[in-house]
């Protein structure tokens, strides 16, 4: 095992490993991983659990520095890691959200059983491609005035479901009802407004996706009806992944700079640059907190638009109304964002920027935040694996909200890189290959396909068994490809 | 007689993509890079030199240089829907470029369009000498 991690971390179960203190002056809280031991073997391949410790040295972290199961190398922070810091003395960092700024997933349910979708998959999947645009050079049909950006920008998916994109019900379904307060479109580029306009209402592309499923199991029979999963075995439903465009990773790009020099400014020592900050009560730290709110209430409206495309494709293929086909909105959840968020700090309520780059939120039965139609059984936590296995939806816990700040994992976490994953599979037609598992595929370019493989992702199985028995989040249901985009 | 080593080479990192991009000048590795990065885009091959564009930019070192030089460019391919296949760098300082950057809208059915980039990061970011010559190594957000 690379740098003997064994050595240096502490096994508090089957399931937890704790990151000492002492591994490297200057950590002010220990690191804690979630995972297996083969987990954390193939962790420890790359820098991601040095990361974990770089995180520590952060001013104002609380408790420990997170590490979801699936966590990988990041730019700064791990892909998969989740910190906390106190609003007085703590800071703010792009690198704890990532370029991508609310990238999230939404799930949506219908009445349809996988019998009936199978004969029309394929205009479906035609029809999806079309309507939901992706890939490189994408445009959205969507035009927005410069005042109307501005708008989105501080209302996120109310601005949509206002003109019709959506309803009432979506915003219930949708986390923080699909805006986070204190936006501010002043704190915002020109250029970053300017890649939104282009962008707004596009998938994208890499590992983003929307996908046609069929539930294949189900392991908890109440959250699943509760969750409108309740037709059991064989329910259709569509899952998808983007989030803020180019128009977040505009706002990332402007705050790393401004980031940089504040770290300067303040003093804030820092054993990677990329972990670049500042104080969350400084200028800069409030610039961004209100740039990032105006990028991820974008994403949001990103999403709606998308849902929205999705259910009249949907609508338009099977010949019946949306309303018909029950086409509600499951959950939207955030999994690329700071929040500002009230939680438990020794016996006392706090209030905490939580950092979850590449983490879920996932909050228990009972929480004020969650929907007060999930109220008793707890926030659905989606979790996306791969193109050619399956995706899981699972519930927030209390053990999430003691032990991770209401975190966990955001999906299966990659394995091998996209040349490793190529090279892997060179000359298989990974399109031929989905096909004869009986998935129809549409994507900008097949060759590419390989680098979104089963193969180059551990699997999600795995990875959500972790977060069940470590209790930071309880399995609901699994659900299997039937149809698939890609960017 | 040594062979010449490419003007950019991809190399993989977990969930991303990088380029080392070299040059005889470090205006050439800086050119390199550029084309490295469309490379990983587009089909180089056959995008035409139709449009051209003018960039200058500004920075705190040769690496936010980099930073800034290519995200530039990404930025002018999202907004006017460009792709390019040919840079020739000016000018250019420990802190300031000033380039010109030729090529042609982007064409789906032509292009052959690879991988979205969503930016570019500081993560392992390396400008320096080598053999007598200059290179850029970068790691890009796909």
Not at chain 1, 208 to 218: P, S, T
Not at chain 1, 312 to 330: D, K, M, N, T
Request: with cysteine.
């Amino acid at each position: 095992m690379a740098k003997g991690w064994f050595n240096v971390l502490e096994k508090v179960d089957d399931y937890r490993w704790r990151l000492p203190t002492g591994y490297k002056t200057g950590m002010r809280v220990p690191g804690l991983i979630f995972a297996d031991e083969p987990m954390l073997r193939s962790m420890a391949e790359d820098e991601a659990i040095e990361q974990v410790a770089n995180v520590a040295f952060l001013p104002g972290i609380v408790g420990h520095s997170l590490a979801m199961p699936d966590i990988h190398w990041g730019y700064g922070f791990p892909i998969g890691g989740v910190a906390a810091m106190r609003l007085d003395d703590g800071v703010v960092s792009p690198g704890g959200v990532g370029f991508d700024i609310n990238c999230g997933t939404r799930l949506l349910r219908t009445n349809l059983m996988e019998d009936e979708v199978r004969p029309v998959m394929k205009p479906l999947v035609d029809q999806l491609f079309r309507d939901v645009p992706s890939g490189l050079g994408a445009h959205g049909p969507l035009r927005v005035s410069n005042a109307e950006l501005d708008e989105i920008m501080v209302r996120g998916a109310a601005w949509m479901v206002e003109r019709g994109y959506g309803t009432e019900a979506d915003l219930d379904a949708t986390e923080s009802r699909g805006a986070i307060p204190g936006a501010s479109p002043a704190t915002v580029s020109q250029r970053a407004r300017q890649r939104g306009h282009e962008q707004l209402g596009t998938l994208g592309a890499g590992n983003h996706f929307l996908e046609v499923q069929a539930v294949e199991a189900v392991y908890d029979e109440a959250a699943a009806r509760a969750f409108g999963l309740d037709l059991g075995v064989g329910q259709v439903v569509v899952f998808f992944h983007c989030g803020s465009r180019g128009f977040g990773h505009q706002v990332c790009q402007d705050y790393l700079d401004v980031m940089e020099k504040a770290a300067r400014k303040y003093h804030i020592s820092l054993p990677d640059k990329q972990l670049a900050c500042a104080p969350i009560k400084s200028k800069e730290g409030k610039d961004y907190l209100a740039a990032m709110a105006a990028a991820a209430n974008f994403a949001w409206a990103n999403r709606q638009a998308i849902a929205h495309w999705t259910r009249q494709a949907v609508a338009r293929v099977l010949g019946r109304s949306v309303e018909e086909i029950g086409l509600q909105q499951v959950y939207d959840v955030a999994h690329n964002i700071a929040k500002i968020e009230e939680h438990r700090v020794d016996a006392r309520r706090t209030r905490l920027c939580v950092h979850r780059k590449g983490a879920t939120r996932a909050f228990p039965a009972g929480h004020p935040e969650v929907p007060t139609k999930y109220r008793d059984v707890g926030q659905p936590v989606l979790v996306p694996g791969d193109m050619g296995r399956y995706s899981y939806l699972c519930v927030g816990t209390e053990q999430a909200m003691a032990e991770t700040w209401g975190s966990t994992c955001h999906g299966a976490g990659r394995m091998q890189s996209r040349g490793a994953a190529k090279r892997a599979l060179k000359g298989i037609d990974i399109a031929a290959r989905l096909q004869a598992q009986g998935i129809v595929i549409r994507a900008q370019n097949r060759a590419l396909l390989a680098e979104e493989a089963s193969e180059a992702y551990k699997d999600v199985a795995d990875v959500v068994e972790v977060l069940d028995r470590a209790g930071i989040a309880r399995k609901v249901a699994r659900m299997r490809p039937l149809g698939v985009i890609k960017g | 007689m040594m062979e010449q080593p490419p003007p950019f080479e991809v190399f993989d990192h977990t969930a991303d993509v990088g380029i080392v991009a070299r040059g005889d000048t470090l205006a050439e590795a800086f050119a390199n890079a550029a084309r490295g990065m469309f490379s990983l885009m587009v089909d180089l091959e056959r995008v035409a030199e139709r449009e051209e564009r003018c960039i200058d930019v500004q920075a705190d070192d040769p690496e936010g240089l980099v930073v800034h030089w290519l995200s530039e460019l990404l930025f002018i391919s999202e907004v006017d829907g460009l792709v390019f296949r040919r840079f020739d760098v000016d000018a250019l300082s420990d802190t300031r470029l000033a380039a010109r950057a030729f090529g042609e809208p982007l064409d789906i059915g032509r292009h052959n369009p690879q991988l979205m980039i969503k930016a570019v990061t500081r993560h392992q970011l390396q400008v320096g000498r080598e053999d007598g010559g200059y290179r850029v190594r970068v790691i890009f957000d796909i």
